[in-house]
């Protein structure tokens, strides 16, 4: 079985901003690990941010951040 991460969730991701709270504006990439715990225990809200944040608890717990630095480095947002 070969896994193939999606490349537009993981550009999406790598730009992805907490939209509210104490963090608001950050990249979800540099919220700090106690806080992403944090919400684990309390719930993960539904949906693409929710998911999003369990995802970058799982990289940032893999000690992954380098790559996804790498993404934001390499593939900068488009400018809107």
Do not use: C
């Amino acid at each position: 079985m070969e896994i193939r991460p999606d490349s537009k969730q993981l550009v999406e991701l790598a730009h992805y901003r907490m939209p509210f709270g104490k963090f608001k504006g950050r990249y979800l990439l540099d919220l700090p690990l106690p806080y992403l715990v944090w919400f684990k225990q309390k719930g993960f809200p539904e949906g693409k941010l929710g998911n999003y944040l369990d995802m970058m608890l799982t990289i940032k717990d893999n000690n992954l951040e380098p790559i996804i630095k790498k993404i934001q480095k390499d593939f900068p947002r488009e400018s809107s």
